[in-house]
């Protein structure tokens, strides 16, 4: 039979606007959190990461919030424009001291004018 | 400094074919990593390698897959007797020496399908 494929969540988000995100992650022992962006047909694309010692960083335009204690992360998007427009995941590291992410499912986000 | 090159972007097998996926990683990178992305879902690990050794395949099927990264040429993902739930995109990731493994880049996938 033919599979069903799971409908990604959409963020919509005028021009200008700013975007937030929403992360749960699922592990208590990752220690390290990053959020890529990837765009139609392309590879993910580093954004920011944050790692667990800290619960805000900054980058240009963009804020990633992490909340231990309920296992929540955040992404904020400043002023919000067109080439923002893409799907965002969240990717955890499990508590490896290596590199084997765990990604989120998504989010697309569709930026109008 | 070139990215992390995949080849090729586009493969199209039939069932019961072969099908070879190619990585070469960014230039000084020794670590590299497989994923692979269904549409509308999140990348899941494959297979970690440094040269000549298989770090770590938890995520990997027991048959039919396999990963080598030699010496001396790119890594390899080997995907024997495909059936039509191998369609996906197959993306690599390269990362540096010791603290900064953690910085992973992608490189632009290779979209298989098998029909």
């Known amino acids: 039979g033919e599979s069903v494929g799971l409908h990604l969540p959409t963020l919509s988000v005028q021009e200008g606007d700013n975007s937030i995100i929403n992360c749960a992650y699922s592990n208590s022992a990752s220690d390290y959190f990053i959020w890529y962006k990837q765009e139609s047909g392309k590879g993910p694309q580093f954004i920011i990461d944050i790692r667990s010692n800290m619960d805000k960083r900054q980058g240009q335009r963009v804020t990633v919030l992490l909340n231990k204690t309920v296992k929540h992360l955040s992404l904020q998007i400043a002023a919000t424009q067109p080439g923002d427009s893409a799907v965002y995941f969240c990717?955890?590291?499990?508590?490896?001291?290596?590199?084997?992410?765990?990604f989120g499912a998504g989010t697309q986000v569709v930026v109008t004018p | 400094n070139a990215g992390v090159m995949q080849n090729p972007r586009h493969l199209v097998r039939r069932r019961g074919q072969e099908a070879r996926l190619r990585c070469s990683p960014m230039k000084g990178h020794s670590h590299v990593y497989w994923y692979r992305q269904l549409p509308e879902e999140g990348l899941k690990f494959m297979v970690y390698l440094q040269k000549e050794n298989i770090i770590d395949e938890s995520g990997m099927p027991k048959e039919r897959f396999s990963a080598e990264f030699p010496k001396e040429g790119p890594s390899i993902l080997r995907i024997q007797q495909v059936v039509r739930g191998d369609s996906a995109a197959y993306f690599c990731?390269?990362?540096?020496?010791?603290?900064?493994?953690?910085?992973?880049?992608f490189g632009p996938g290779t979209r298989l399908t098998v029909t």
């Open positions: 990717a955890e590291n499990g508590g490896d001291s290596w590199g084997k992410f765990q």
């Open positions: 990731a390269s990362s540096p020496e010791g603290a900064r493994t953690y910085e992973q880049y």
